[in-house]
């Protein structure tokens, strides 16, 4: 039986945060998505987990249908930061969760599940990260001749026209289709409902200040630094056909000692939970099998309102190891951002040509 799936909102430190969730009973599930994501992308997992689990997932600020302040409200002080959403989540499962949970991330989701477990680890079960975020354009992974660059490119972006420009090129139907058969091997699971999924909420007000802020997020933790940290058991997932997160760099995580195993999901790319939902969700529940203690199945309950808020609130709708060589990659990058700059000042260029 598949339990249907219930749309909230959550008021968190005055702003709105949607969520979906389903099931009634088993251990909790909290499902983190990735950069430019939303709640939606896991609308093929969490109907499966929930006939065993109670599933929970949420727009993380700034994404989705949840609230975009904006980045200038908080002055030099970065507000889009792993340790806002790390908190985030952590206040999601003590307010709506009510419980311990199991952190399911995908990308840069990844990064928030881990920096939530190092705050709270009392919060969390384990993390399963699939294809969590390398982030190679952390500023500790630029070569030193290219930072002054990126940080120019970065600056370009945020505070000129530019970026807004950039940012209404890449938030259309085609340029999304485009991204999304870029990062799936399977371009067949690429589908209109899809498209729509991720586009509508980046055209809401505010996503454009958010998708710039990020893009300059050059800092912040890197995964090989919070792993060391994480007391709960990690299991790290990659398709292996991910164009932006390379395998060969990802299995260095598997050194580490919180890490149980690093699973190889073949012909997959950067977001395996819905191009291969198949291949997730049992790697899911055979994961939280193996940690749920009898205890928790005995008292693994949801509550009685399931976490929901009250009725006026709620919606019937919806380190990598020194071993690896990396001058290579942040070269790439480098490389990378050299290229989108003069695209972006070539789309500009045109534009104002065309202009009557």
């Not at 609308?43 to 599933?55: D, G, M, T, W, Y």
């Not at 930061?81 to 419980?99: I, P, R």
């Amino acid at each position: 039986m598949l339990f249907p799936l219930s749309c909230s909102m959550w008021s968190w430190k005055g702003y709105s945060i949607r969520y979906q969730c389903a099931g009634d009973s088993g251990p909790s599930l909290v499902l983190v998505h990735g950069f430019g994501a939303n709640s939606g992308h896991w609308r093929k997992n969490i109907p499966i987990l929930a006939e065993s689990h109670r599933v929970y997932s949420l727009d993380l600020i700034g994404y989705g249908y949840s609230d975009k302040p904006s980045p200038r409200d908080f002055g030099v002080t970065s507000f889009y930061t792993f340790e806002t959403w790390a908190t985030q989540l952590n206040d999601f499962c003590a307010d709506v969760v009510k419980d311990e949970a199991f952190f399911i991330c995908n990308s840069i989701g990844g990064l928030v599940g881990l920096q939530a477990a190092v705050l709270e680890p009392q919060k969390c079960k384990g993390i399963l990260l699939l294809n969590i975020s390398l982030r190679m354009l952390h500023i500790k992974k630029q070569p030193w001749f290219g930072r002054p660059l990126i940080r120019s490119f970065q600056s370009l972006l945020r505070n000129t026209s530019l970026g807004k420009f950039f940012f209404n090129s890449v938030a259309t139907p085609d340029s999304v289709r485009s991204i999304l058969c870029q990062c799936y091997h399977d371009t067949s699971q690429v589908t209109d409902e899809l498209v729509q999924t991720i586009l509508l909420p980046g055209l809401e007000p505010g996503a454009a200040d958010v998708f710039l802020e990020f893009i300059c997020y050059s800092e912040g933790p890197l995964p090989e630094e919070l792993l060391p940290q994480v007391k709960c058991p990690v299991l790290v997932a990659w398709g292996d056909k991910d164009p932006w997160e390379p395998i060969e760099l990802g299995r260095a995580y598997s050194n580490f000692d919180s890490v149980e195993d690093f699973v190889v999901l073949p012909n997959v790319g950067h977001c395996p939970q819905d191009e291969a939902p198949h291949l997730v969700n049992p790697l899911v529940e055979s994961f939280v099998a193996r940690h749920v203690t009898a205890e928790d199945r005995l008292s693994s309950k949801a509550p009685s309102n399931f976490g929901l808020d009250p009725p006026s609130n709620s919606s019937s709708h919806l380190h990598f190891s020194s071993d690896f060589e990396e001058d290579d990659w942040a070269s790439d990058m480098l490389y990378i951002a050299i290229i989108l700059s003069i695209h972006v000042v070539t789309m500009a260029i045109n534009f104002v040509d065309h202009q009557p």
